[in-house]
């Protein structure tokens, strides 16, 4: 039950405090919020002090910009997030704010269903982060409202590091075959990437925000922890065998994570929203074709993936140095779509700035009479003009010998990936830069 699972929850920091206290080794950080003291009822708004400022110059000369904040119910939330690639003379706004919009949690055997976010307390679970999690960077201290111990609600808790991602591009400029004399270009990207660690019953969920030197951003949820050991019964038909022969059966649940982006591209929340569908056609003995159409999305929109569709949001207040306007193009990882309830059936909303709509489920604010308390039910037929974008993917746990024990992570997740943003790869090297359109074969 909900009930028993917030106590098993409350249990293990309990005592994890107090074996903590027993060995002397409780060290209560102030940071930037002062002393320790009974934490508010309710979170103060988007601060940006220095504290509370996140600024991070990337190889190949990107600079990140953005501040924080920490509510009592989606946890992390970043505001005014920018983005200045070499060359511009200005930092780009590109997101208001961002932060999780709901993780739904129903299980197979429909004994349970948590929104762990708005009934679960999923901000007050915030976990301690060792030094050795956070190699090169920083751990800030958050203060977590309602804390559920209110004699230390501050947690060093938030991690913001770099880490490497790989190739950012290569090319090779002597052609096919080319030896020793072959020039190469190439860059090890990095990422800035802020992550939190929030318990929520027997699972630990990782919420990570990557951003990477050429504008795309990546954000995911990677879930570990432990199977919850209350939950395994070999009658019900719908679990997987956990240890020897077929005996105890883990029941295989759902995680359905929501994200909630308040876009704010070149400063204006004034938005369009694009969508694109490629149609190939074959004729007999000829190489198929396929066009792709523009559909303008107007209105709110409930919206399904296929596999040649994808959603823009266009700035309409910039645009870069070709003159085109600048957009990000939404860009959803592996999902597992749960069709129980009405408010997962969908892949991504578009809805129309409503302060109140605040979770893609159990919304706990009050929006008045007939509006629902889920992201389903507010989409209505409203103009778009502040368009709020909710992104939905699912995972379906079915779980297995190696999730015994520490739970190996299982990440869901999407990307925002700039399209015109600017004129050229922000990373290209000098060289390269006047390869803009059309240029030689022979360069």
Known sequence: MPDSRLRRARARVAAAIGASALLGTVAIAAGPVGSAQAAPRTAAAADCSAPYRIEQKLDGGTVWRMCWHYESKAGLVLDDVSYQPKGESAPIKVLTSA????????????????????????????????????????????????????????????????????????????????????????????????????????????????????????????????????????????????????KDYATSH????????????????????????????????????????????????????????????????GKNKDGHPRSYEIVPGHTTKYQGRSFTKHDVYFTEYNKCEQFASNNLRNCGAGAGKSVDKWVNGQTLKHPIVWVNIGFHHIARDEDQEPMPLHWQGFQLSPRDVTAMNPLTPPALSGHNGHTEEER
């Open 99 to 246: 932060k999780l919009g709901q993780i739904h949690v129903p299980y197979d055997d429909g004994s349970n269903e948590y929104d762990d976010l708005t009934g679960q307390d999923f901000a007050q679970g915030l976990q301690q982060l060792d030094p050795a999690e956070c190699p090169g960077g920083t751990i800030k201290t958050v203060r977590v409202p309602d804390a559920w111990d209110p004699d230390h609600p501050n947690v060093k808790g938030l991690c913001a590091t770099t880490r490497a991602r790989g190739h950012a591009y290569r090319m090779g400029e002597g052609g096919f075959g080319a030896g020793s004399e072959n020039k190469v270009y190439q860059l090890q990207g990095k990422d800035l990437l802020l992550y939190t660690v929030n318990q929520v019953g027997w699972y630990e969920y990782i919420t990570e925000w990557r951003f990477a030197g050429d504008g795309t951003m990546t954000m995911q949820v990677g879930a570990t922890g432990t199977l919850s050991p209350m939950d395994y019964d070999a009658g019900d038909g719908r679990g997987w065998p956990i240890g020897k022969g077929a």
């Open 254 to 317: 759902a995680h359905n994570v929501f994200w909630r982006l308040n876009f704010g591209l070149d400063g204006s929340p004034k938005s369009k929203v694009e969508q694109y569908d490629s149609k190939t056609t074959a004729a007999s003995g000829r190489i198929p074709k396929t066009k792709t159409t523009r559909t303008k999305v107007t209105k709110e929109l409930a919206g399904d993936a296929a596999a040649a569709r994808w959603w823009r949001v266009v700035s309409a207040a």
